[in-house]
């Protein structure tokens, strides 16, 4: 089901505190819905430990796999915050002085405040170019198809919407979904199957799902073809509407 | 900072709808939390699409790589549910009817439920082991070192429950905590890294949060020495006071 009018991605997150357990990621979630939202295919996450080896392979293996590689984490200022001088690493490049951005931090911080910490967050991969944002001072950056951004969700956040737009769009991926309370996903298989079969070009998912409010399945198709979906979800639709269970367009709490 | 007395675990995420940004995973932070309570160290995280020859490649990369693999997703009856066929593929062994499973589904379905989608979920690959709960009849298993759960977060939990007392126990990996409000991490980093020179065998993490009641830095220290776990949270305490701000024992927000 590959769709060569999709770019590909993958997501490296650089980070102790996710394996540790110590924090709930939530950057995956959204860099992932945003990506799908301009027509690109996520196609791989790793979490790898603050590690110069492991990041350094990490990044050579998911930049040469896919057509981009958005990574998180790792650019503070502190002795965790390594990312940058190993994505220099990683592509063999200097790790130097970025002098727009060490002239935009000593500014901005006062030249009393911009000590070494601080200056290595001004120290980026030759070749790299900053992505800028209204929060921080330090930037981002992007260095070939590699997107450096930082692990703060918001901050995030903000890096990932200053680079959109030079990211391109693919064929916009739709979904659509329907679910039904009280559907058993083994009941259904069969028939769900079926339907995978003749509408291939489709990427059709099937997910259990418990609330208080009522437990079943949602069948949830994907795609860049509006008439297959539209199609695909009808005859989903009928499959739980043959289990003797009304079907309700949708995602299940959604409106 | 390699604990010989931590056993090393990775965790694989079968699952489009990771991929996608439709679900927001939650399983990682859960068996991380669960693993460092028993000093297993979790080392890597990945998560790929339903597609064979991805879950292949990546269940052999890291069953090889580390002590244990912990697999999420891709277990029910449905035709985007591959995981168990694809480990089958990963070991070189066949996929086959598992003879108390199979009896047990039948008898606690009825023969009349008990349909192809369903039996495939029987179907194990030789020489795997059940991981039974009381949550569901289809049971997750372990195959050598690769322990396969389901992905719907309260079955995989009391899968990974079922299965910890196999597991063993590594030495204890404590955590410490201290954190300021108003500390800025540039302001610190340099104390900071000279804190975890001096103490090379712990793992010390620089954390800025941003509250409503408050943004700064949390410090946190990880290792399995509990003296030496004091003693550097005493220096970082001594590190944030001489900012002017008083230190707080813990994580923010936490008691």
Not at 57 to 82: C, K, M, Q, S, W
Not at 139 to 166: D, W, Y
Not at 181 to 209: C, T
């Amino acid at each position: 089901m590959s769709e060569p009018a999709n770019p590909t991605a993958a997501i490296l997150i650089i980070g102790n505190e996710i394996l540790s357990g110590r924090t709930q990621d939530i950057n995956v979630k959204f860099i992932a819905g945003r990506l799908a939202a301009i027509g690109h295919r996520l196609e791989e996450v790793r979490v790898v430990p603050d590690v110069p080896e492991r990041i350094i392979r990490a990044v050579n293996e998911l930049r040469a796999a896919y057509d981009n590689l958005f990574t998180t984490g790792g650019i503070g200022p502190t002795h965790d915050d390594i990312t940058s001088e190993c994505i220099a690493a990683a592509f063999g490049v200097p790790w130097e002085k970025h002098q727009p951005t060490w002239e935009a931090m000593e500014t901005h911080l006062g030249p009393e405040n911009f000590n070494a910490a601080r200056q290595r967050m001004a120290t980026l991969p030759r070749g790299a170019v900053p992505i800028p944002t209204s929060m921080t001072i330090a930037p981002g950056f992007s260095i070939g198809n590699v997107h450096v951004m930082a692990g703060v969700p918001r901050i995030m956040q903000s890096m990932f919407t200053a680079l959109e737009p030079a990211l391109g769009r693919g064929a916009p991926i739709s979904m659509r979904a329907v679910h039904g309370i009280g559907v058993k996903e083994g009941s259904i298989a069969a028939g769900l199957g079926e339907i995978q079969a003749r509408f291939a070009m489709l990427d059709l998912g099937s997910y259990p799902f418990y609330r208080d409010s009522g437990s079943g399945v949602a069948i949830v198709a994907k795609g860049t073809d509006d008439a297959a979906l539209d199609a695909a979800i009808a005859e989903a639709e009928s499959l739980i509407a043959g289990q003797g269970i009304v079907p309700i367009r949708g995602e299940p709490g959604a409106a």
